[in-house]
C-alpha cells in the first residue's frame, strides 16, 4: 500500500541496505536456486527419458539448491549486521 512505502521511505534513509539485502536475497536466488529448480523441474518432466547421469545431476542441484538458500541467509545476516538495525 502507500502508506507502507511511504513510512519504509521515511524510515530508511540508508540505501546500501536495501542494496546489500536485495544483493543477498535476489542475487543467490538468481544464481543458484532458480536453474537448479528449472534444471530438476525438466528432469522430471523428461520422466523415464532422462537419462541416469541426468538424474544424478539432478540430486546434485538439490544440493546446490540448498546451499543457495544457506547461502542466502547467510548474506542477509551480514547484510542485516551491517546495517547498524540489530
Known sequence: ???????????????????SMSGAIFGTALIFVYPSLMFRGAVR?????ATVG?????K???????????????????AWAGSGAH
Do not use: Q
Open 60 to 78: 546434485l542441484a538439490a544440493i546446490i539448491n540448498v546451499l543457495g538458500v544457506v547461502i542466502g541467509i547467510i548474506g542477509a545476516k551480514m
Open 1 to 19: 500500500s502507500p502508506n507502507f512505502l511511504t513510512a519504509m521511505a521515511w524510515k530508511l534513509t540508508d540505501l546500501s541496505f536495501v542494496s
Open 45 to 49: 518432466k523428461l520422466g523415464e527419458k
Open 54 to 58: 541426468m538424474k544424478r545431476e539432478s
